[in-house]
């Protein structure tokens, strides 16, 4: 039941929201009045609880981020309370104390966005035209790619490095000595400037990939040696993977030289463990290239919206599998005239394509041809 797990998600959602804006709450008043344990615990508390939920709760938080509410946000009004709270607080001079602490924040978040600016450069230079598994690319000049929450977890990035200054400004904030703030502010800087240093270097030639036309003449080439004669064709959703699943043993056990053929870059790693070779070609016009190759089938586990993209490749035969049969509309789709056969588990599943009762819903074209295929799937 799907719907049985709703509740109780959107329970905690629920009250995780609320948990936030309460200690949102608590850190204003604690700020204003000042309340320093209040304020203390508050600040500790909402920051921790964004931490948490960076784990526990991605959903709740891809919502406030469409709201504009983002961890940016977040992070930024955090900080400026603590900055209200210790301007209420005696023995902390707002000019000698307070402003030199002010601006080494500003430089951190300063930073923060520099690091993100040469992360979205990182990941275009990087970025191939095809995504490739089992299959030897050293051609490419491939290498590591950067640590993760440097590149792409811009909020546990900026939450993790705020953390020192958030301890460092509590410290302040008991001790009225801005000499700990300014510890944990520098610590901070020193994090967001040697993380930016270090992501910036896979900017340099030594760590950059091959740019998209080396990269397609690398894939015509490795076409041309590895002369693949069958092939499955796959598109879909994150959970639509065990379509194709399903027959990568079959597909292996096949004569010739199989390849699987993909569309979106994350279902490259949804396929199962497998020997065969995966290439992942996400644009049209690159997906074309396989015209020039010795491929001469392709098999199809399921209808997607992509399909017709490859079916306009006349040199190529499309067999339509399936990946279960039932008496069902999406068995009979009439989307199966589109390909050259429709490959069938045996004579029971060909008289029902067959059938008159049958014909009205799949409607077979003169084109197309009801395959009877042994159970085993070979």
């Known amino acids: 039941m799907p719907s049985a797990g709703i509740v109780p998600r959107r329970a905690v959602q629920l009250a995780a929201l609320l948990a936030m804006m309460a200690a949102f709450t608590a850190q204003l008043v604690g700020a204003l009045l000042p309340v320093i344990p209040l304020f203390i615990a508050a600040s500790v508390v909402n920051l921790g609880l964004d931490l948490v939920l960076q784990h526990k709760q991605p959903g709740l938080l891809a919502v406030l981020g469409r709201i504009r509410f983002d961890v940016t946000v977040r992070q930024l009004l955090r900080d400026m309370l603590i900055l209200v709270g210790l301007l209420h607080i005696d023995g902390i001079n707002p000019l000698e104390e307070q402003a030199p602490l002010t601006i080494t924040l500003l430089l951190f978040y300063g930073t ?85 240093l270090y992501l910036s270097t896979w900017l340099l030639p030594g760590k950059r990939v091959a740019d998209e036309q080396q990269a397609l003449r690398w894939l015509d080439t490795w076409l041309a040696e590895y002369r693949p004669t069958v092939g499955m064709y796959f598109s879909g959703g994150a959970t639509s993977a065990y379509q194709a699943n399903m027959w990568l043993s079959t597909l292996a056990a096949l004569d010739g030289n199989p390849i699987i053929v993909l569309r979106e870059r994350f279902m490259v790693q949804k396929i199962e463990a497998t020997d065969v070779p995966i290439v992942c070609i996400p644009k049209v016009a690159h997906l074309m290239r396989l015209e020039h190759s010795t491929l001469k089938v392709l098999l199809h586990p399921a209808n997607s919206g992509k399909t017709s993209q490859i079916l306009r490749i006349p040199s190529v035969k499309h067999a339509f599998t399936n990946h279960g049969e039932s008496d069902k509309l999406s068995s009979c789709n009439p989307y199966a005239k589109a390909y050259d056969e429709v490959w069938v588990a045996g004579p029971a599943a060909v008289s029902a394509t067959s059938s008159p009762t049958s014909a009205s819903r799949t409607r077979t074209s003169s084109r197309s041809a009801a395959r009877s295929w042994p159970r085993s799937g070979r």
């Open 112 to 196: 923060h966005f520099v690091c993100q600016a040469v992360a979205v450069l990182v990941r275009r230079s990087r970025s191939l035209p095809f995504v490739t598994r089992n299959i030897d690319a050293t051609a490419l000049r491939l290498c590591d790619a950067p640590p993760r929450i440097l590149s792409r977890q811009t909020g546990r990035r900026l939450l993790r490095f705020s953390v020192p200054t958030t301890v460092g400004m509590m410290i302040t904030a008991i001790t009225a000595d801005a000499y700990w703030g300014g510890i944990g502010l520098t610590v901070s800087l020193a994090l967001s400037a040697g993380g930016t």
